[in-house]
């Protein structure tokens, strides 16, 4: 399969928060935020791997800062890797400052994402091909993020997770 770029599965989706969608400090309820994400990371899965894409894993998620009522929130996703079946998918959450416009950083995550059959059975992605510094990075990190992860799902044994073994001993 030919590799594709981060840019070919980007998925930007921007929305209001609304009143039903918040906390009684009147922020956006987390559940809310994790929902828009896992479906921009999906979209971004399924241009990816034109296939059928479940969520597998949220292996990482940072509420860093609230984002009030009535909030313009841009959630972009990007694969950051793709493995054999699976794709990291990177989230970026930006707020727009209601009077200039200014985006600042909101939020980020990132998810497991694995294409299936029709019959919901694991199948093949193209490889992916980072271009820019940040997308590099984010590649470089993806597999011992993925040996966490099963290992914290009891599918991997400690013991071969040597990505992530590296990591403490380096
Ligand atoms: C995700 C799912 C397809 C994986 O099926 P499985 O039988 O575990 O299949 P495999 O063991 O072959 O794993 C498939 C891939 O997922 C990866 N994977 C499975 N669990 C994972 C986890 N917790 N974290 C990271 N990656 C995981 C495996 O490493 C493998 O990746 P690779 O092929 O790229 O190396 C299956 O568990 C499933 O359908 N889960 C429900 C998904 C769903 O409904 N999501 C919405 C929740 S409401």
């Known amino acids: 399969m030919e590799a594709k770029t981060p840019n070919e599965s980007k998925a930007i989706m921007t929305d209001l928060v609304l ?3 918040t906390n009684p400090l009147n922020n956006l309820f987390g559940g809310e935020l994790l929902a ?7 979209i971004a899965a399924r241009r990816h791997s034109r296939r059928i894409t479940v ?21 972009e996703a990007k694969i950051s890797r793709a493995f054999r079946t699976s794709m990291e998918v990177f989230i970026d959450v930006w707020m727009e400052d209601r009077f200039s416009g200014e985006r600042t950083k909101a939020n980020e995550a990132i998810y497991t994402f694995v294409a299936v059959d029709d019959a919901g059975n694991p199948t093949l992605v193209p490889p992916l091909k980072p271009e820019t510094d940040l997308e590099k990075e984010r590649y470089a990190g ?14 991997m044994d400690p013991h071969d997770a040597t ?7 380096d």
Request: glycine content about 4%; aromatic content about 4%.
């Open 19 to 21: 009143p039903s969608e």
């Open 142 to 155: 993806a597999l011992r993020r993925k040996q966490l992860s099963l290992v914290l799902a009891g599918k």
């Open 55 to 75: 969520t597998a894993s949220v292996n990482h998620v940072a509420f860093n800062k609230t984002v009030p009522l009535g909030s313009v929130l841009t959630v």
């Open 163 to 169: 990505e992530l073994k590296a990591l403490f001993l």
């Open 36 to 42: 828009r994400m896992d479906r921009a990371a999906s």
